[in-house]
């Protein structure tokens, strides 16, 4: 089988999206044996060394790592913090990705992601061009994540990204969503047919992320092995609302013992470090990505995780951080909707609990009637852990309190 995957992220960068899909092409290549080719942006450290610039003199670039053939579209590389910016990178990875398209082995299937969300378009003009079968894979669904986001309110764009959207899904072979709720949206909302849209969650690599000691490298490095740690890992994006988790940190500044800590990179780190620095948060670190030989340390140091994401986004984007978090073994609260595949796995294998989504107060403040006052001297993992009754409650639910 000859596959060509479509998307801007890809080895060695450390999003998400792109590490599952390096995951997914080298198994596919290791465990059956196909031949798998993938047009990707240039790395991540690459665009952040060379900042506005095309990349050198050749739109693509080839290479090869463990076994897969990657064709490095080259494009503009602004720093994505704004719209601008962000458009730039996608239109000019985009122009260079349909001509890396014309130079891919002959495929059986095109699968395209959507980073960027007009990604789609260059890989069906290569299944169009090669004859082969076309896969639309929903990583998000657009224009709605784009339309909640705070800098996407743009009508124009927003109806072209609708336009292209519904003509990808009409026109491909398989409709792939991360869940029950996104397939509903995409088949209530964007006309696809119900029998082209299978659910395929993402997953996390069980070998590389299992349960570990709390004692480990990572956390003796940044000194909290005897901190109770409430941990946000992975994209620190527009979609996530973390403003509303440094709030939360806000009211848990009575327990000393208490760090919250957020580790990753992404368009609202600046904004979140001068949130934390305007406020005054000590009990708030920012730390970076962490290599995947290194996650299961860092997954391992955390007491409780958070994931949140934006009221509205629901069944447009699915967290994919929420399997990692259950490989590792560790708690957490999703303050989420209820519409949010999260909140639906959460509540149906009892692995962690659901709060209101951009409601600091829910996410951190106890109930005083039933919850002890912290204690001068008390630790984190005694007492501190009261100062928020769902972290607090998570964390008990596993025996860590």
Known sequence: MRVCFFNRSYWPDLGATGQLLTELAEDLVRDYESEISVVAGPPLLEQQADRGLLRGWMPVRREVHNGVKI??????TFPPRRFAG??????????????????????????????????GLAALLTARRYGARFVFLC???FPEVASLLEDFHHETVNRLLERINRRLI???????????????RLIAGKGAVPAKVKVIHNWADCDA?????????????????????????????????????????????????LVVTLVGDGAKRQS???????QGLTNVRFLPYQPKHRLLDSFATADVFVISLKRGLAGYI???KLYSILAAGRPYVAAVEDAC?????????????????????????????????????????????????RLRSAASGTGLL
């Open 71 to 76: 064709f490095r579209a080259a494009g503009t």
């Open 86 to 119: 962000r458009a730039a990178n996608y239109l000019s990875y985009f122009l260079s990705a349909c001509l890396a398209g014309l130079t891919v082995p002959r495929p059986d299937i095109v699968v395209s992601l959507t980073d960027p969300p007009i990604i």
């Open 139 to 141: 990583q998000d669904v």
């Open 170 to 184: 009409r026109q491909a072979d398989r409709v792939v969503a991360l869940g029950e709720t996104m397939r509903e």
């Open 209 to 257: 992320i299992v349960p570990g000691s709390k004692w480990n490298a990572f956390s003796v490095a940044h000194g909290m092995t005897e901190m109770f740690v409430v941990m946000h890992s992975g994209n620190l994006g527009l979609s996530q609302s973390l403003e509303t988790l440094l709030e939360a940190a806000s009211r848990l500044r009575p327990y000393s013992d």
């Open 272 to 278: 979140l470090e001068a949130q934390a620095r305007l």
């Open 318 to 320: 699915v967290p994919s």
């Open 341 to 389: 595949e999260v909140a639906a796995i959460t509540r149906q294998y009892h692995c962690g609990l659901v709060a209101e989504p951009a409601d600091p107060t829910d996410l951190a403040d106890p109930d005083p009637h039933s919850l002890p006052r912290p204690v001068p001297g008390a630790t984190s993992r005694g007492q501190c852990a009261a100062g928020g009754a």
